[in-house]
Every structure is written in C-alpha cells, then in structure tokens.
C-alpha cells in the first residue's frame, strides 16, 4: 500500500539502487566517518554478549561490525523495505543472519512489540524522523546500558542545505522530508531518562554521542 499524502514514503528515498551503492561503499572501506565513531566507542565500551536494538539500520553496517566484536544478538529495525532486504542479505552472507531479527516499520509504532537491549543505535535516524521527541523517548526506553545516536549538526548551514534538500524533494514529489532537530532538547530528554554523556564527537556535518545508563 503506498504511504498517504502526509507520510514519508521511505521506501522511494532510500531505494534499492541507494542500498546497493552504500552496500558496495562499505564493502570496499568499512564502516567510515561518523558510523565508524559510533562503532568505535561501543566497541570500547564493550559489547560482548550484548544485544543490540539498531533502529534506522540501513544496510546493517552497525550490527555486522557489533556481531563480529562479540554482541550476541541483533534486532535491526527500518522503515525502508530495501534497505532491510539488503542488510538481511548482507548479514546471511557473512554468517551473521542467525543472530539477528528484522522488522519492517516506524519504529515508534512498534516499540511496544520490541524488547529492551543492552545497546540501542540511532545512526542518521532522528533527522529523518518529524516527531523526535516521541523517537527519543521510545527508543531511550530502551537501553539498558548503552545509547548511541548520530545527528547533525544545529548550524545555520545544515539548516539551509535541509531546506534545499527539502524544496529539491518536494519539487520532485517525494514526501520524504529531513530535519535539523534542537540538539539540546534532545540531550536533556535523554539525560533525564537516567542517561549521562559517555562520548561527543562533531564533525562539520554530524556528531556523534553516546550516553550510559546511570539509573
């Protein structure tokens, strides 16, 4: 059934030809710029025997590279339908498949039918996301341990190549729609879920947190 006239259409945007060039991006370099920050500290922090909820998954480059550093258990969560095949397929591949679980859908509809785990992952998703407060409360509810996310950064710039990106779309007839998100309201909404700052990195574009459960 195609999404209605105000809902994103996730499927068009992050298309089968997108998966499959960042499938083959990260093939030949790894994980790179921002993802490869957040795999690198939850590796840090240790993430053996782990489960992990990676909502926005997208080829399932954070989960391959948690699995393969010891994580138990992957639940990979997207809204796009290719993606989803890709990283299934990718994950199968690399003997990984039997450790891990895929939904289709807007994860904070299906919150309530998922699980906690002890890692909860972000990368790129709350800027595709119209209604952040309701991702970040539902996803942080989540976390036992460790929340990591990736986001842009709240600059002037960002906020006008958005609004090109945006007018760019809608002249094209996609309902998709990215966001610029207020980067303070979402790092209090996540400390006051019992969560503290472990890491920041910023980028010129992105930055990378993570936060551990303190409560």
């Known amino acids: 059934m195609p999404p209605s006239c105000c809902e994103p259409d996730y499927d068009a945007m992050f298309n089968e030809r997108a998966a499959r060039q960042e499938l083959a991006r990260y ?8 993802t490869g920050r957040l795999i690198d500290v939850l590796e840090a922090a240790g993430v053996r025997d782990a489960s992990l909820l990676d909502i926005g998954g997208g080829i399932g480059a954070i989960g391959i ?5 010891g994580a138990r258990s992957l639940t990979n969560v997207d809204a796009s339908r290719p993606y ?6 990718e994950l199968d591949r690399r003997g990984l498949v039997d450790r891990a679980t895929f939904h289709h859908g807007d994860f904070v509809a299906l919150a309530d039918r998922l699980g906690d785990a002890d890692v909860v992952t972000l990368d790129r ?3 595709c996301y119209r209604d952040w ?4 409360d539902r996803s942080v509810a989540r976390a036992r341990r460790l ?4 986001i842009p950064n709240e600059r002037w710039w960002m906020r006008i190549a958005i609004g090109i990106g945006n007018l760019l779309l809608r002249l094209r007839g996609q309902s998709y729609r990215g966001y610029i998100h207020p980067e303070r309201p979402i790092d209090e909404r996540i400390r ?10 910023r980028g010129w574009v992105w930055q990378t947190l993570v936060y551990e459960r303190v409560t």
């Open 192 to 201: 006051r879920a019992g969560f503290r700052l472990r890491t920041h990195d």
């Open 84 to 89: 989803l095949s890709v990283a299934r397929t």
């Open 125 to 127: 998703v709350i800027c």
């Open 133 to 136: 407060p309701a991702l970040v």
């Open 147 to 150: 929340y990591g996310l990736v």
């Open 27 to 34: 093939r030949r370099t790894g994980a790179e710029g921002s």
């Open 65 to 69: 590279e948690l699995l393969a550093a």
